[in-house]
């Protein structure tokens, strides 16, 4: 990236047009055989996908990032966004749930899922694989370090380690010692209205005693993000945080009053795995996870019949065609050391997502935006296994060479 004359901020290279057109073309053509599978519901999704795809590359949003920065400068300006975010989701689904609006006729419900040893072991298998492997997040698709060719590892290793998962779902959550999923709006006596209360309470505290953590250690700034060059400024100028944090909650509950249920985004991972390992000839409707956590439907069908999916792909529209626009989707030589890692990284977390009910996004956010036991179980686990791999890495650093980026 170059440097802007202007400040110091850096700038993105000149638009790929023809890149940018042909991810456009792809994006009409997917909403168009979603419509015709699935009608006008699932082209609203996938818009919502585009959007939120749009927002994360705009907004510094991590899950292992934001700890990152907790752990190597004290910065917390990332976790207080991410408070800022859920309380916003958290009282956006309160009003949706509790008076069951919706759109499409889709009822809603939250993301709440059972409390068993997979969500236990799964969520920390997640945040340390995150940690070694994060290059699925937005700011890393903005630097040489994390998007372009060691993405396409993570997300190799995600996809794989999502379909392994189903193979393993029953015995982590059905064989061994696991309970009923818990709302703390529906199932104590706290009401819609109290656990509210709570949830928020927690969330306001947690912001406040990071602004006064943040006042006394006097950490640096986070880097400054890139700019567009020309037209493109109006399309890469500077979001705050507290900007993305209030998009992507608005746009997560606006998915929850369309489909019924709010963004997830390993389970299509799951879907898409299983369906290929259907073609090579294995048997996905045989493993635990069809008929369990997912209806043995969706593994038969086209994956334009599936919600989930169809805004997953309007998300990676949304983000491919916003890089492309920042002319980042250029591919170099990366080291073997850092292809290994991040296939490695993404596997952890497409397994630990999988059977532990959904990663950052379906158990994080969307969990606990419903008010769910089960996701303050997975954010302890998830940040201790993000703590975890930060502290072995300091010790022994394992991760190595891969820190320094790609090759050019």
């Not at 209205?193 to 927690?202: C, N, R, S």
């Not at 037209?231 to 945080?241: G, R």
């Not at 060479?401 to 790609?406: D, F, R, T, W």
Request: hydrophobic share 45%; net charge positive; glycine share 12%.
């Amino acid at each position: 990236m170059s440097e802007n004359s202007e400040n110091s901020r850096p700038s993105y290279p000149g638009p790929q047009y023809l890149i940018s057109f042909i991810i456009l073309l792809a994006g009409g053509i997917i909403a168009y055989i979603a419509y015709i599978h699935s009608g006008w519901a699932f082209v609203v999704l996938f818009v919502l996908g585009f959007l939120i795809g749009y927002t994360l590359f705009h907004s510094n949003y991590g899950f292992a990032t934001v700890y990152k920065h907790l752990i190597e400068d004290g910065n917390t300006q990332m976790l207080r966004g991410h408070m800022q975010k859920l309380i916003i989701a958290t009282t956006l689904f309160s009003l949706i749930l509790a008076n069951q609006w919706n759109l499409f006729g889709n009822l809603p419900e939250g993301a709440v899922s059972p409390i068993s040893i997979g969500l236990v072991l799964g969520s920390f298998i997640f945040g340390f694989g995150m940690n070694i492997g994060s290059n699925l997040g937005p700011s890393s698709m903005r630097t040489k370090k994390g998007g372009r060719t060691s993405l396409l590892f993570t997300l190799a290793g995600f996809l794989l380690g999502a379909t392994i998962g189903a193979v393993h779902f029953s015995f982590w959550n059905e064989s061994l010692p696991n309970r009923p999923g818990v709302s703390l709006a529906d199932n104590t006596p706290l009401g819609y209205v109290g656990a509210w209360l709570v949830q928020i309470a927690i969330f306001a505290a947690i912001a406040f005693g990071t602004y006064i953590y943040k006042k006394r250690k006097r950490p640096p700034a986070l880097p400054p993000m890139p700019r567009g060059t020309g037209w493109t400024e109006i399309l890469f100028s500077t979001w705050p945080i507290w900007v993305g944090a209030t998009v992507l909650a608005t746009l997560n509950a606006a998915v929850l009053l369309v489909q019924g249920s709010p963004w997830k985004f390993t389970a299509p991972f799951t879907l898409w795995g299983s369906q290929i390992a259907d073609q090579f000839g294995l048997t996905p409707s045989s493993w635990g996870y069809w008929g369990q956590q997912e209806l043995m439907i969706e593994l038969n069908s086209s994956v334009f019949m599936n919600d989930l999916s169809v805004l997953n792909f309007g998300v990676f529209t949304g983000t491919l065609l916003t890089m492309s626009l920042a002319g980042l989707l250029k591919f170099s030589k990366i080291s073997l050391q850092m292809a290994c890692i991040t296939l490695l990284g993404g596997f952890l977390m497409g397994y630990g997502a999988c059977i532990s009910y959904g990663a950052n996004v379906g158990a994080y956010f969307s969990g606990l935006a419903s008010m769910s036991l089960h996701a303050w179980i997975w954010t302890v686990m998830a940040v201790s296994g993000v703590y975890t791999a930060a502290f072995l890495n300091n010790k022994f650093q394992f991760l190595g060479s891969a820190k320094e980026g790609e090759q050019t």
